[in-house]
């Protein structure tokens, strides 16, 4: 089955909570919140500068200076500064006890980056077992499972599971694109055919998405409205016709 295009390997933020305590702290996670957004609106290079803005206050929790740092972390890996990523991967890593939940999260982004996929596989199953609950580690199993770092661990059945999960936690863009292209692989069409419609009434701009809608939209029979995602994908950006015509040819 053809695969849709490659994406990012991180995709989940994190988001900071504070008791108000700390009137400059509070200011960085101000700071933070507007990377989210940027970062949920495809502005990468915006969202780094207030990430590192955000980092640099002196007042942060180390909790808090982890989570940024990851921030930082997935930002360069979706710039494809794989360095940059490793290193404040790193950096987040070293905020937390050792083997603490947050721990393992951030030293399995080391590994990931680095091609060590069964390491950071194992180290995201026990931290999944101290909180299955929450959104990072379940997206990162997901994506594993989809086969984003290595075909070798794709089950697509607990892809499912695990970025179900990401999505019913929070129901934002990444989290609904990874899981609109798990039931891409699983050939239920119907199902990411639905996700990618709510993804391009939100966000009609990240051509993408039309482009993945177009490959649905071909694989339910429906070749007229697949050629109209098409075609506005070609027209913003001709370098995907090469991508499309072997697609089409594809699945004739």
Known sequence: MKKLLNYPIFVLLLFLFSCGEMTTENDAIK?????????NAGKYELALQAFLKAVKNPRL??????TIYR?????????GKKDSAVHFSTLAAKCYIKNSFDNLVNLADVDIVAGKTGSALARLLKAVQMNPDEMSVN?????IYLG?????????????TYNSRAFEINSGRVTEDVLARTYYKKEDYEKAEAHY?????????????????????????????????????????SSYTYTIETFKEANK
């Open 197 to 237: 419609e709510h993804l391009l009434q939100n966000h009609p701009d990240i051509i993408s998405y039309s482009l993945d809608m177009g490959m649905v939209k071909l694989k339910l029979k429906k070749k007229q409205e697949a050629d109209n995602f098409f075609e506005k994908v070609i027209a913003t950006d």
């Open 71 to 79: 921030n930082i972390s997935l930002t360069y890996n979706d710039l």
């Open 31 to 39: 700071i933070n919140q507007q990377g989210i957004e940027c970062m």
């Open 61 to 66: 929790s180390k909790d808090s200076k982890g």
């Open 139 to 143: 997206n990162s199993l997901g994506l």
């Open 148 to 160: 984003e770092y290595d075909e070798t661990f794709t089950d697509l059945d607990k892809a499912l």
